[in-house]
């Protein structure tokens, strides 16, 4: 065993997701057994946190690269840096004020106008959404800006049991954008929401191709409605899901410092991006690597289907 496998240690950080991993520079080449280690934390606890790192973009590809094939985004935000195709740099603040003739506050308040709206899976409308994240803090707020993360596994064993079968056979239209509230009159980012939709018809709970744990499929930012009941049956339903996702026991909240790496596994979980900086007068500047995913199964082996902006494999 070596002294790297030695001195890594897994420290849980709440009763059913999230831990911390500390022993380990995630800058330097990895033993396959610390890589072996970390997978079966992120697996067990969901996300977990590393501090202190020294990663740039090429030591932080590198890293994912352990883990999966990194995805190259076709589009990516101003920020993120030429080279390293396979990051995308979040700067907040500086990235989205005056976008869309939206200051940040504004664009924020549109996208989240619920307190259910703002908890997702990175890119669950697409077909094949990511498997994980990695996402490295460059630079963060004195205070706020945490993100917090809930384990959708546990959120379905605490159903009770004819909930959970009733829900083993729903599927539910996945789309980009649906909880935007529009602007009055011309709105730029509605336009751009247009003309880039996309959209999947996913099982409500799918079966983690992993760990063969049952995870509810749900979240309040791409979720259009459950297919096959009225409009107003999936939004109960939905509301009903969705409260349980959220559940504070369910949950871990993050708080992040330059050098802070957290990795989470996106088939798992849903997170919550903070809203609380828009009026703190300082950058949070995040750089963020995504692993390629598969297409999700339900419960009777039926796979996601395209509805259309996406296939898989292809970003």
């Not at 509810?216 to 009903?240: C, H, T």
Request: negative net charge.
């Amino acid at each position: 065993m070596t002294d790297q496998v030695t001195r890594l240690e897994v420290k849980p950080a709440a009763g059913h997701i999230g831990a911390e991993i500390t022993g380990v520079d995630l800058a330097r080449e990895l033993p396959d057994e610390v890589v072996a280690a970390i997978r079966a934390a992120v697996l067990r606890w969901k996300v977990v946190f590393f501090r202190d790192q020294h990663l740039d973009h090429s030591a932080h590809v590198a890293f994912a690269r352990r883990f999966g094939e990194p995805v190259r985004l076709r589009s990516r935000g101003g920020a993120s840096p030429e080279d390293f195709p396979e990051v995308e740099t979040t700067a907040d603040r500086l990235e989205l004020g005056g976008r869309y003739g939206m200051d940040h506050e504004e664009w924020l308040r549109r996208r989240r106008h619920s307190l259910l709206r703002g908890w997702h899976c990175d890119h669950g409308a697409r077909v094949d959404p990511p498997a994980a994240t990695i996402l490295r803090a460059e630079t963060v707020p004195p205070y706020g800006g945490d993100t917090t993360w809930s384990n959708l596994a546990v959120a379905y064993a605490g159903l009770s049991a004819p909930v959970r079968a009733f829900v083993d056979g729903l599927r539910a239209e996945h789309r980009l954008g649906v909880g935007y509230q529009t602007r009055p009159g011309d709105d730029a980012y509605a336009r751009h929401l247009l003309d880039r939709q996309i959209a999947t018809d996913h099982p409500l709970v799918r079966v983690h191709p992993e760990t063969g744990e049952r995870v509810l499929f749900v979240n309040g930012y791409y979720i259009e409605q459950i297919l096959g009941v009225s409009r107003p049956e999936s939004r109960a339903i939905l509301d009903m899901l969705l409260e349980q996702a959220v559940r504070p026991e369910y949950t871990v909240r993050f708080r992040w410092e330059p050098g802070s790496v957290a990795f989470w596994d996106n088939r798992a979980t849903i997170h919550l991006a903070p809203s609380d900086t828009a009026q703190v007068d300082h950058p949070r500047i995040m750089h963020r690597v995504m692993l390629a995913g598969d297409v999700p199964e339900g419960v009777d082996g039926k796979p996601s289907v395209p509805i259309v902006g996406s296939e898989p494999g292809r970003w």
